[in-house]
């Protein structure tokens, strides 16, 4: 079981290259001293080195490693637990509360990686002798860092404090920002980086482990859609799409085991594998793929699937465990780095991929009646999963398709449903209709107590004592 935890404080060392983090949004360590400061930045080769610290910190936080996926899974209608845990029944339960861990994690762990970010951007504009291209490259991908974990923030909490540089003279009592104004600084973040960074992945050695100018447009897509800028939308979504030197669909006949492996011409951004670069296996695989049952997917979210999908086929392992029919999530085969090797399979953690782009496409076509584009974007999919494809033509029906597909293409990975059904309003009527625990306010996290104790400027969400 993995555990969640807190990051601790941590001071700069050159010798492992890492800016300072922190274990509470006001509770940081001081900026960068001159001289350390002037240090790291005095070459492209250290200040290349405090961006593989921000990839690092943020790729190894629970919150990335399986929070973001797990804990928006059981909360929604995708998950049940099994058996009973105190440990995540809050969870599954929707009856978190603001002193729990849970919620906490999340806070600090993206808030960490949030105040690296805003280190190595305040250092490489401050600084000199980073050459321009360097400079250019590690600010674009600082930026997206910052965006991405800005994205999960206000998806998961709604209004939070924005956050933009290190002085905590400044920024220890910020109240919260507007969901409206963190969405503007992350779409902000996003242009700067799409600007910025190389359209390959040379800056990573040919893997797609770090962001490039089609991360940027990626995730740009998805925030466009987000906020209702559908015309945005769809012109994200298509560039990365065209992209066709890149990125491709894997075909149906390996869907089951190419897509989520190391460097997929699916991948357009994958992390490192947790704890060692060298291991071939993901936390998810450890988490999901399991010989004890502990999560299954919900049997009506298993219902959900038409007849035929391969997607049901491949992507969803059935076992009996303990008499009890268990649904595992099977995106990723693996629980072990030795059942990886054995196979001679690497299979790396996926944070942006194609499919979303197609269906990113699909729904920003179909709110802007292109119900042609709309329909043949559903037919990549579809048909990629061995469906026929749709005919519909009527708007809201079109629509509920497309969420019909993301359900049944995205499920287990990193909260789209979750996400999907609160922007949409539809919270109340899928998971309420399963859950008899369910409020409306539970579609937001509370503000973590710890984080409120520090600041006497956060205020709470709604449904929270």
Aim: glycine letters at 4%; one cysteine or more.
């Amino acid at each position: 079981m993995f555990k969640t935890y807190i990051i601790p404080v941590i001071t700069f060392s050159l010798a492992i290259a890492l800016l300072p983090g922190c274990n509470k949004l006001v509770e940081i360590d001081p900026p960068l001293n001159e001289m350390s400061s002037e240090r790291v930045f005095k070459s492209d080769n250290t200040a290349k080195s405090t961006l593989s610290g921000l990839y690092s910190l943020l790729s190894q936080s629970q919150a990335q490693v399986i929070q973001l996926t797990l804990f928006p899974a059981l909360g929604s209608d995708e998950l049940e637990l099994l058996p009973a845990s105190v440990t995540y029944e809050d969870v599954r339960n929707n009856t978190m509360q603001a002193t729990s861990s849970n919620a906490s994690g999340f806070f600090n762990d993206l808030y960490a990686s949030v105040y690296r970010a805003n280190s190595i951007i305040e250092g490489l504009q401050k600084y000199t002798g980073t050459s321009a291209a360097v400079k250019k490259q590690l600010t674009g991908e600082a930026k997206f860092i910052r965006a991405y974990c800005y994205f999960y923030l206000v998806n998961l909490f709604g209004k939070v404090p924005l956050v933009l540089e290190t002085d905590v003279t400044k920024t220890a009592y910020l109240p919260r920002t507007s969901v409206d104004s963190v969405y503007d600084q992350i779409i902000k973040d996003l242009t700067d980086a799409k600007d910025s960074l190389p359209a390959d992945y040379s800056a990573s050695s040919g893997n797609r482990t770090n962001a490039n100018k089609y991360a940027a447009t990626a995730l740009l897509a998805r925030a466009y859609l987000y906020t209702g800028n559908y015309t945005a939308a769809e012109s994200n979504a298509t560039e990365v799409i065209n992209a066709t030197s890149l990125y491709s669909l894997i075909p149906a006949a390996s869907m089951g085991t190419g897509v989520f492996i190391k460097n997929s011409a699916e991948a357009i951004l994958q992390f490192m594998p947790y704890l060692n670069a060298t291991n071939s296996y993901t936390a998810e695989g450890a988490t999901f793929v399991t010989t004890t049952s502990q999560y299954s997917l919900r049997t009506t979210y298993v219902n959900a699937f038409e007849a035929g999908d391969l997607r049901r086929l491949k992507w969803i392992n059935e076992v009996t465990l303990n008499g009890v029919v268990n649904y595992q999530p099977y995106k990723y085969k693996y629980r072990t780095n030795a059942l990886a090797v054995a196979a001679g399979v690497t299979e790396y953690p996926m944070v942006l991929r194609l499919a979303e782009q197609y269906l990113i496409r699909a729904e920003a076509r179909a709110n802007t009646d292109n119900s042609t584009g709309a329909l043949a974007d559903l037919k990549v999919i579809r048909n990629r999963a061995g469906l026929a494809e749709s005919t519909t033509t009527d708007k809201a029906a079109l629509l509920l398709e497309i969420e019909k597909e993301r359900q049944t293409e995205l499920f287990c990975e990193l909260g789209h449903r979750w996400f999907d059904l609160k922007r949409t309003g539809r919270s109340d009527a899928v998971i309420g209709a399963i859950k008899t625990t369910w409020n409306s306010t539970d579609a937001l996290y509370p503000i973590p107590q710890t984080a409120r104790d520090a600041n006497p400027n956060l205020s709470q969400n709604d449904g929270y004592n």
